[in-house]
């Protein structure tokens, strides 16, 4: 087994893991396989300031999966709501508070869950049958969607209060909130009166604001938002996708494609650094994009030797350190390559890169 690999998330503190020396060399960034619990197949989805992690992890296939926190050195497993045998967690903020979705035994719903308290159902919208949770605040503002009998509407949860709807767009009838920062701006996706889906961005003083797309596009969604305000998602046109950047003052901007393929932006950090992924017709690949580099391919920021094909980028901290997905070359008489087509096959792994390594 390569030395940049980890078997299990538990194998060593917490501290010790992210300050873990490299010996392969790295051009960039160094990388560590953060493990997985029992099943081997691993989706992260955040990392917070303090370098926990949060996703599912499992089975391949979906089997037996759910949510994990890397804290105190070790994968906690954050288990499932009564009746479930599902979970998945979405975000953490500075504190450790996880927010998610599990299932019951009849519908998925949103999930709080810290140490002190466990997992908390919190519910849906009157008449609705289920829930989802995207992100949590450090004030552990909760943002998602309901849905059930009615089309799915963004909430704002707030301790002691619930979940509040955050509404839809002049003659839409669907919202869902995908990001919220620290002072309460909430970003997502929703429809217009024409049908089509646009990003939005949501504050308490001015409601709900449509920012529209690309030109030429069709669609768009917002995925997340920085503390300063700059928010990040996806416009959508009929034949490709393209990663843009929003800001009130300089609306919204193409950040690039590599080699002209489709790419979504995932995370944004608070000195504006973007990731995500870029994906052609046949495989995907990782990326980063900074107002001084523009967008580039992760798998050229590590070490050519490492074994590793990183095919999404899904956040990135104050820091730099950044969580991706991808796959690891078991056979090294056949090595994976970046437009491997068959590197799905195996088990999802995901990585923790640190920059100046």
């Known amino acids: 087994m390569r030395n940049h690999t980890r078997r299990c998330l538990g194998a060593l503190p917490v501290v010790l893991l992210f300050a873990l020396p490299t010996t392969l060399g790295a051009q960039s960034y160094s990388v560590i396989d953060i493990g997985a619990l029992p099943g081997g197949n691993t989706v992260s989805t955040r990392i917070n300031q303090a ?3 949060v996703g599912k992890s499992g089975k391949k296939y979906g089997v037996k999966t759910h949510a994990f926190v890397l804290s105190g050195g070790k994968a906690v497993d954050i288990g499932t709501l009564p009746g479930g045998e599902y979970s998945s967690a979405s975000d ?45 605040s450090d004030s552990d503002e909760v943002v998602g969607y309901s849905s059930g009998a009615h089309p799915p509407i963004a909430f704002l949860w707030k301790k002691n209060k619930g979940m509040t709807s955050l509404g839809t767009l002049p003659g839409g009838d669907t919202s869902e909130a995908y990001g919220i920062n620290n002072p309460g701006t909430v970003v997502g996706v929703a429809s217009t009166q024409s049908g089509a889906k646009h990003a939005f961005v949501w504050t308490a003083k001015d409601g709900m604001q449509d920012i529209g797309t690309l030109p030429g596009d069709i669609a768009s969604e917002a995925r997340k938002i920085s503390t300063t305000g700059i928010v990040i998602g996806s416009s959508i046109g009929t034949n490709v ?12 901007q193409d950040i690039g494609t590599l080699n002209g393929d489709s790419t979504s932006a995932l995370d944004i950090n608070n000195k504006g650094e973007i990731v995500g992924t870029s994906n052609a ?10 107002a001084a580099t523009g967008i580039q391919d992760l798998n050229t920021l590590i ?6 094909i990183l095919t999404s980028a899904t956040s990135i901290n104050n820091a730099g350190w950044i969580l991706a997905l991808g796959a690891v070359t078991t056979d090294k008489s056949q090595p994976l390559q970046l437009d491997d087509t068959h590197h799905h096959a195996g088990p999802a792994h995901s990585f923790l890169l640190q920059p100046g390594r």
């Open 303 to 308: 070490p050519a030797d490492s074994g590793v």
């Open 241 to 252: 996708t393209h990663a843009f950047l929003w800001t009130a003052d300089g609306g919204m």
């Open 92 to 136: 953490v903020n500075t504190t450790g508070t996880v927010v998610g979705e599990a299932n019951t035994d009849t519908n998925i719903h949103a999930f709080l869950w810290d140490e002190k308290g466990g997992l908390q159902d919190l519910g849906t919208f009157p008449g609705d049958t289920g829930s989802r949770a995207f992100a949590v």
């Open 281 to 290: 017709s046949m495989s995907g690949h990782a990326f980063y994009w900074s």
């Open 51 to 53: 370098g926990q992690a």
